[in-house]
């Protein structure tokens, strides 16, 4: 059973369109995380969530909206994607502080 | 925090020999960190981890020395074997009940058989 699991795996689309990806944990993990991934393998973080409660806004343009239903899902809502928003983009989640990241294994977005 | 004019520093290591790859952080008060490894189309795995009461942790095969004086990880691997080839990143949480934890640029490290 996957721990962390996030679809679609991979997503193409056209400049200006709105996408939505979504992540769920199965390891019962109080606070999820958004990390973005460029072309040089940097990881930056993009958002957190601790009970639905949102923790961590890092400084992302407003076209990016996380949304935690409950604890075990964030996803992630993207409008009017631009060709910069290109990436993969990594879902996390963990216990507690001072515990080790659990990463899902990524969505490769590719905006033409 | 973003990688622009930055590159992918790269290790390369003779099969068998030992690895040592290095991490430099920012946050003097950062009390947890981590080493990760990333495989081509994959999400980073965890491999170890040290708290900032410690100087030096061993697994199977890899050790972590952290030196807090100069702010500085390492990450040592043992026989080196082509499994290993990967991107390494380090990461540091920050003190204080806060949960941002900030990754390092990564290293790759090729392994030649």
């Known amino acids: 059973d996957t721990a962390v699991s996030q679809t679609p795996k991979y997503l193409v689309t056209q400049m200006g369109n709105d996408k939505s990806i979504k992540c769920e944990q199965n390891l019962g993990h109080d606070t999820m995380y958004w990390y973005k991934q460029d072309s040089k393998k940097f990881l930056k973080i993009m958002f957190s969530y601790n009970n639905k409660e949102l923790i961590i806004n890092e400084t992302v343009p407003n076209r990016f909206s996380p949304k935690s239903p409950d604890k075990a899902h964030l996803n992630l809502h993207i409008n009017s994607l631009e060709l910069g928003d290109s990436a993969v983009y990594f879902c996390?989640?963990?216990?507690?502080?001072?515990?080790?990241?659990?990463f899902g294994s990524g969505t490769q977005l590719s905006v033409l | 925090g973003e990688s622009v004019g930055l590159h992918l520093p790269t290790l390369s290591v003779q099969e068998g020999d030992n690895s040592i790859i290095n991490c430099a952080y920012s946050?003097?008060?950062?009390?947890?960190f981590i080493w990760y490894k990333q495989e081509s189309g994959k999400g980073p795995q965890f491999i170890i981890d040290?708290?900032?009461?410690?100087d030096k942790r061993q697994g199977q095969r890899v050790t972590v020395l952290l030196n807090k004086t100069v702010k500085h990880l390492s990450l040592q691997i043992a026989a080196t074997q082509p499994g290993d080839s990967a991107v390494y990143f380090c990461?540091?949480?920050?003190?204080?009940?806060?949960?941002?934890?900030?990754f390092g640029i990564g290293t790759k490290l090729q392994v030649i058989p």
């Open positions: 990461a540091e949480n920050g003190s204080g009940g806060y949960q941002k934890v900030t």
């Open positions: 040290i708290r900032s009461n410690m």
């Open positions: 996390a989640s963990r216990g507690r502080v001072g515990e080790k990241l659990f």
């Open positions: 946050n003097s008060a950062s009390d947890y």
